[in-house]
C-alpha cells in the first residue's frame, strides 16, 4: 500500500478504491488508473508503476476477485 501511494500520489480515499482492474501491469510502462469519478477533481488518473512496485502489486492481486477492493478499509 504504501508503495503504490508513494509512487502514485494517490490519496487515502483513492487508494481504498483500486482494484486488480485499476492497474495495468502488462503496460510499459506498468499503471494504475483511476476513474473520473474516483478522483478528488474529477478528472481520473492514470500514474506508471516502477517495476519493482508492479511486481508487489502483481504479488498481493494475484489472487483477489477483479471487482474487490485491492486494500479494504
Do not use: C
Request: a neutral charge; proline letters at 12%.
Amino acid at each position: 500500500l504504501y508503495a503504490v501511494a508513494f509512487s502514485t500520489g494517490f490519496r487515502a480515499e483513492e487508494l481504498s478504491m483500486l482494484t486488480p482492474r485499476s492497474f495495468l501491469l502488462d503496460a510499459t510502462p506498468p499503471v494504475a488508473v483511476l476513474l473520473p469519478e474516483q478522483t478528488k477533481n474529477g478528472k481520473g488518473a492514470r500514474q506508471p508503476l516502477p517495476a519493482e512496485v508492479a511486481a508487489l502489486v502483481a504479488d498481493h492481486i494475484r489472487d483477489k476477485p477483479a471487482g474487490a477492493p485491492v486494500w479494504p478499509g
